[in-house]
């Protein structure tokens, strides 16, 4: 009895059907003794896993409103519109993704007027409206969150305000490729400096980076 498993024990009794009544009392005792305390024990850690610490949204008309925003953005178990919102977020980060993979063909990049290869415009079209899902997600999640500390602190956050920053610095403090062919009356070159080209690129590449990581959000699911 000391050296197998009182459960595995149990289970081959019950097959042979052989009662534990017909053992010696000593066993017996042992072994409904180590039974019933293998079995606390998975119940304690079932439990443990199980137990959710309630979240407190504080006092006021609107926290009922807060809560259900927040349950529908960061709990995709929590009901049907939930895992609906969290599968329309998947999908917009595997639309972002594929879009990310796809401006890397050598085929969809265009010219500017410095035959510099910049991203195609419409696929910067469709990451922006990525970009715009993904920020009122996130401002609607900080503003729903229980605790706007803990919220800031929470890794997958880091990583979506990460992914988000860049596009943002890029868009306000990027010049624009120029597209359009110059003009005769042109007297200065739209090229880039050197410097500010490799600061957006580096700004870009950390942006495409951090957005892979958001692939974790399916774990989530």
């Known amino acids: 009895i000391d050296e197998v498993c009182p459960l595995e024990y149990s289970e081959d009794l019950r097959y042979w059907m052989i009662d534990e009544n017909f053992m010696e009392f ?35 008309y609107f926290v009922p409103y807060q809560q259900a925003l927040w349950d529908l953005l960061q709990k995709p178990q929590s009901s049907l519109p939930a895992k609906i919102m969290s599968l329309v977020s998947v999908a ?19 010219l500017d007027v410095n035959n510099d290869p910049v991203d195609n415009p419409k696929l910067a079209a469709i990451e922006a409206i990525c970009i715009c899902f993904f920020t009122v997600e996130f401002l609607l999640a900080f503003a729903s969150s229980p605790s706007k500390m803990d ?11 990460l992914a988000i920053a860049p596009y943002y610095i890029d868009l306000f403090f990027m010049p624009l490729p120029d597209l359009e062919p110059p003009t005769d009356n042109a007297d200065m070159t739209t090229a880039l400096p050197v410097e500010e080209e490799g600061e957006e690129s580096a700004l870009g590449n950390v942006g495409k980076i951090m957005q892979v990581f958001r692939i974790a959000r399916i774990m989530r699911i």
Do not use: H, W
Not at 26 to 39: G, N, W
Not at 94 to 105: A, D, E, G, H, P
Not at 151 to 161: H, V
């Open 151 to 161: 919220f800031l602190k929470g890794k997958m956050n880091i990583i979506d305000a």
């Open 26 to 60: 000593c066993c017996q005792d042992k072994l409904i003794s180590r039974r019933e305390a293998i079995m606390g024990e998975v119940a304690k850690e079932n439990a443990t896993e199980e137990e959710e610490i309630p979240e407190y949204f504080g006092e006021g």
């Open 92 to 110: 917009v980060v595997l639309l972002s993704l594929v879009c990310m993979c796809i401006n890397t063909f050598p085929e969809m990049l265009i």
